[in-house]
T-cell receptor
């Protein structure tokens, strides 16, 4: 099973709302990621969790709050978003490992994404 | 920070023609990956190259990693309409962290 499941598929929210995006994988991967993708742009890394600990935060505004309850689940809590935050939010997972080197594998398995519109 | 550029940004080809996209990193990479994103879809992993000068083939697709490990290319022979999509290279920097930086992408349109 190489599936990463994201819910919801679509989300419309107002600037005062609080909502959460969910991501689940059952591949035994120990690294999970949140990316933001605007139209006609590449995925832009937001957060990386490694072994359920936040290892990378790409200076993301605090209105985005990630959470990794366990090794299979990843959430992204949204609060007081701005219209410019409208985008496709992609979750991904990978096997790791942490160290680099010629055998490093960091293949990203992406979910289908949540298309978010902030009004 | 690391920047990964791809050219061209867009390419329209007649079905059956060849297609090449080039990827250039501002820093030396430990490996390079290629992903394909169909319209309305999500990125799907195609291949990973690790060694300097490495060449890999997948049917009509040929992937190359430069000798200096700062550039890469993807060549598609005899394109088909199923090749339509945006092709991204993605580099893992030699620092060994888990940050994968995606290239700017090349959008391929195939005219039947």
């Amino acid at each position: 099973d190489t599936e990463v499941t994201q819910t919801p598929k679509h989300l419309v929210m107002g600037m005062t709302n609080k909502k959460s995006l969910k991501c689940e994988q059952h591949m035994g991967h120990r690294a999970m990621y949140w990316y933001k993708q605007k139209a006609k742009k590449p995925p832009e890394l937001m957060f990386v969790y490694s072994y359920e600990k936040l290892s990378i935060n790409e200076s993301v505004p605090s209105r985005f709050s990630p959470e990794c309850p366990n090794s299979s689940l990843l959430n992204l809590h949204l609060h007081a978003l701005q219209p410019e935050d409208s985008a496709l939010y992609l979750c991904a997972s990978s096997t790791g490992p942490l160290a680099g080197g010629p055998s490093a594998k960091n293949i990203q398995y992406f979910g289908a994404g949540t298309r978010l519109s902030v009004l | 920070g690391q920047q990964v550029m791809q050219i061209p940004q867009y390419q329209h080809v007649q079905e059956g023609e060849d297609f090449t996209t080039y990827c250039n990193s501002s820093t030396t990479l430990s490996n390079i990956q290629w992903y394909k994103q169909r319209p309305g879809g999500h990125p799907v992993f195609l291949i990973q190259l690790v060694k300097s000068g490495e060449v890999k083939k997948q049917k009509r697709l040929t992937f190359q990693f430069g000798e200096a490990k700062k550039n890469s290319s993807l060549h598609i022979t005899a394109t088909q309409t199923t090749d339509v999509g945006t092709y991204f290279c993605a580099g893992l920097d030699s620092g060994g962290y888990q940050k994968v930086t995606f290239g700017t992408g090349t959008k391929l349109q195939v005219i039947p």
